[in-house]
């Protein structure tokens, strides 16, 4: 009976051994946790990252989006321009409330658009707003003294050159 009783020859070693084995797992256990944590975080990081492009992107596309819009709006206002100068020089010599009518009306079409005419006589001469179809001698130089063809702009920028006539100063 005392043999059943009997403890196993185990020496200090061996259980410290057995420990140890032990707690490896937890450690293992512990770094692959942490392993876990880190690739949550670079998860999380591409999870962001992938917003914000997305997120510009669909800025990006607006801004496109508006610029084309933009640039149809002035193609389509340049096609209807002549008509309008056209309407502007039958004005002159036709008093008539119908023309009248249908130029308030063309007039106020364009200023809901965002066309503006441009005001040039009595100003300086500038190559970016209307072009010399005239020279006339005057008092002062380079002044715009009568506008041959209204120039008009869309959103600041212009759409058609207004055609000028400009002074020039007289020699003695």
């Known amino acids: 009976m005392t043999d059943k009783k009997k403890k196993p020859d185990i020496e200090p070693e061996e259980m410290v051994e057995e420990v140890s084995t032990e707690v490896e797992p937890e450690v293992e256990q512990k770094s692959e946790v942490d392993t876990l944590k880190e690739e949550v975080e670079q998860y999380k990081t ?35 321009l002549p008509t309008l100068d056209t309407l502007h020089k039958a004005e002159m010599f036709i008093k008539d409330p119908g023309l009248k009518m249908v130029m308030d009306q063309f007039n106020q079409t364009f200023e809901q658009a965002g066309v503006k ?47 000028v006539k400009v002074s020039k100063k007289k020699e003695n």
């Open 46 to 80: 591409k999870y962001l990252r992938a917003i914000a492009d997305y997120q510009n992107f669909e800025r990006r596309m607006m801004e496109q989006q508006k610029e084309l819009r933009n640039i149809i709006k002035a193609d389509v206002i340049q096609m209807f």
């Open 117 to 163: 005419e441009m005001d040039l006589v009595g100003k300086e001469f500038d190559p970016h707003t209307a072009e010399v179809i005239d020279i006339v001698e005057g008092d002062v130089d380079n002044i715009i003294t009568e506008v041959l063809r209204k120039g008009y702009t869309l959103n600041g920028n212009v759409i058609q050159h207004a055609q």
